[in-house]
T-cell receptor
């Protein structure tokens, strides 16, 4: 499986934008880029995913480099509730649609300061 | 609440005992996944069902582990002859035909 590299932790201030980087230099052409987050004592929660184009949803934006070797998850205005571990995951498109089992790394522990 | 539910939420057992966990996915989700998470690590994929068919099994799933999804709805994960190394959070997720997996709150297993 192609691997991702993320910083162990990042710190940001409340109400400021947060840019969480992810490197995936061995990504293949069929790999989707997923982001999940896990709040303390909860199961992971889907944030966003994309293939080549930048993506926006109500939670975040995903900026994908032109060569697809890196991506950035953008939280436009962080709140204390965004404090979590953020995982960047590559997954090939399942032949029938959807994703196979996801390979999580250790993720980035995001700390939000009030 | 119509999310993924898991029972029990906590299980304490003695080494050598068998345990069974249950996962109820979101209604009509045809895909169901099991993961295991130890402290400080990300979740590790164990196995995956599409409807009642078990399509993928990780090498982490030793012979002591078995998972079923008999009618394509709820699923059970059984661990036989538990070992202390089995202590972890066991997570279940479900999805429809999409890239988005919905996770349950997990079952925390402690093996004494």
């Amino acid at each position: 499986d192609a691997k991702t590299t993320q910083p162990n932790s990042m710190e940001s201030n409340e109400e400021e934008p947060v840019h969480l980087p992810c490197n995936h230099s061995t990504i293949s052409g069929t790999d989707y880029i997923h982001w999940y987050r896990q709040l303390p004592s909860q199961g992971p929660e889907y944030v966003i995913h994309g293939l080549t184009s930048n993506v926006n949803n109500r939670m975040a934006s995903l900026a994908i480099a032109e060569d697809r070797k890196s991506s950035t998850l953008i939280l436009h205005r962080a709140t204390l509730r965004d404090a979590a571990v953020y995982y960047c995951i590559l997954s090939p498109r399942f032949s029938g649609g959807g994703a196979d089992g996801l390979t999580f790394g250790k993720g980035t522990h995001l700390i939000i300061q009030p | 609440d119509t999310g993924v539910s898991q029972n029990p939420r906590h299980k304490i057992t003695k080494r050598g005992q068998n345990v069974t966990f249950r996962c109820d996915p979101i209604s009509e989700h045809n895909r169901l996944y099991w993961y295991r998470q130890t402290l400080g690590q990300g979740p590790e994929f164990l196995t995956y069902f599409q409807n009642e068919a078990q399509l993928e099994k990780s090498r982490l799933l030793s012979d002591r582990f078995s998972a079923e999804r008999p009618k394509g709805s709820f699923s059970t994960l059984e661990i036989q002859r538990t070992e202390q190394g089995d202590s972890a959070m066991y997570l279940c997720a479900s999805s429809l035909v999409s890239m988005k997996q919905f996770f349950g709150p997990g079952t925390r297993l402690t093996v004494l």
